[in-house]
């Protein structure tokens, strides 16, 4: 199911003073063209307006009904 929504965005790391910057030109990128949710996954689609660069980043998600690995 795609949608527009941003409010599962990863968020600005302290320790970076820029948010997402492209891999090829540094410049930032400041949210995805294209999100993406399955079960237990977001998909990215990330575009650099700078140079034109484009990569997708997926974020996995564990089963809430599961118990933990560890402790």
């Not at 030109?25 to 996954?41: D, M, T």
């Not at 484009?54 to 998600?61: D, I, K, P, T, W």
Request: net charge neutral; charged share 25%.
């Amino acid at each position: 199911m795609a949608r527009t929504e941003f409010g599962y965005l990863p968020r600005e790391n302290p320790c970076q003073p820029r948010e997402n910057p492209c891999a090829q030109c540094g410049k930032p990128i400041a949210a995805p063209e294209w999100v993406e949710s399955g079960p237990h996954r977001t998909s990215y689609l990330w575009q650099c307006r700078a140079c034109g660069y484009r990569f997708e980043a997926v974020a996995f998600f564990g089963d809430p009904d599961s118990k933990p690995l560890a402790a």
